[in-house]
């Protein structure tokens, strides 16, 4: 169980050797971040964008460190070039700078050039909150618009299999719904039932799946005691399976500015994972998600 960042940092560092991170279109936020990651030992960033804008942004941070730059004006020539470099070696995840997620991704799901694999690619972000006791992952509330059964179904598999990265041997999946029963006109509750009977059938495998459950019992044990709803995953879920990209948005956005909760977050599924954060991103999120994908990728 990881409780924090923290503690993801401190295992980062222990590593003999840093990741390195190819920043597309490096912007203030994205340059921040990268350079207190490699601050903190976490990650070796390679800069690629506007020459001119990258060097006057480092020595405004007053960095006199020979950071590789790779100047490009064009930010679908950035893109093309930050996914040639995980390619060819020689970077081992991406962020997300001042660039257009479309953009960006339409490099990576090149399929002669870029880094698409037979997996649907999803989000995860995960949440250190004040009021919850371990990292939390939300999924999906960043690619993944409406998501049926059968994607909902690699959704929690993606996680699943980053978890396992992360030294969990069976992490625990809450199937988030409106309500805990099954209701054929509340489709996220069919879908639920269902992820769960694949779980226990041994078709999700290396993990626990819980659902329908609703936010409340899923995040409070006292909650699913009262309504005498009875699951080890209520109250100690490691991951959130919310039921749209609407959801999942609006929820991992409340825990960030409501809830006082500190935020990572990357998309797996490809060859390396990218990290990608809003555009309101601090450059503090920033070197979090490059934390999270240098463990997890580890």
Partial sequence: MIKNFDEVIERVRAFKEMKRCAVCMADEAAIGGAIEAEKLGLAWPIFVGHESEIKEELKKLGVDKDYE???????????????????????????????????????????EKGLRTDKLMTHMSFEQMPTYHKLITITDGGMCMYPDVEQKQKIIENAVEIYRNLGYARPKVAVLSAVE??????????????????????????????????????????????????????????????????????????????????????????????????????????????????????
Avoid: W
């Avoid at 990209?245 to 990572?264: E, P, R, V």
């Fill in 69 to 111: 730059i790779i100047g490009v004006d064009e930010d679908s020539k950035a893109a093309e070039k930050v996914v040639e470099l995980v390619r060819e070696g020689n970077a081992d995840f991406i962020l997300k700078g001042h660039i257009e997620t479309a953009v960006l991704m339409r490099a990576v799901v090149d399929k």
């Fill in 181 to 298: 029963r099954v209701n054929p006109k509340m489709q996220s509750t069919v879908d639920a039932a269902e992820l769960k009977r694949r779980n226990q059938e041994g078709i999700i495998k290396n993990c626990l799946v819980e659902g329908p459950i609703s936010f409340d019992l899923a995040y409070k044990k006292g909650a699913a005691e009262i309504k005498g709803f009875e699951s080890e995953v209520a109250g100690d879920p490691d991951i959130l399976l919310v039921p749209d990209i609407q959801a999942g948005n609006i929820l991992d956005k409340s825990f960030n500015f409501a809830g006082g909760g500190k935020m990572a977050g990357f998309i797996v599924g490809a060859k390396c994972l990218i990290v990608l954060t809003s555009r309101s991103a601090s450059a503090e999120e920033k070197y979090y998600s490059i934390a999270m994908a240098a463990l997890a990728q580890h």
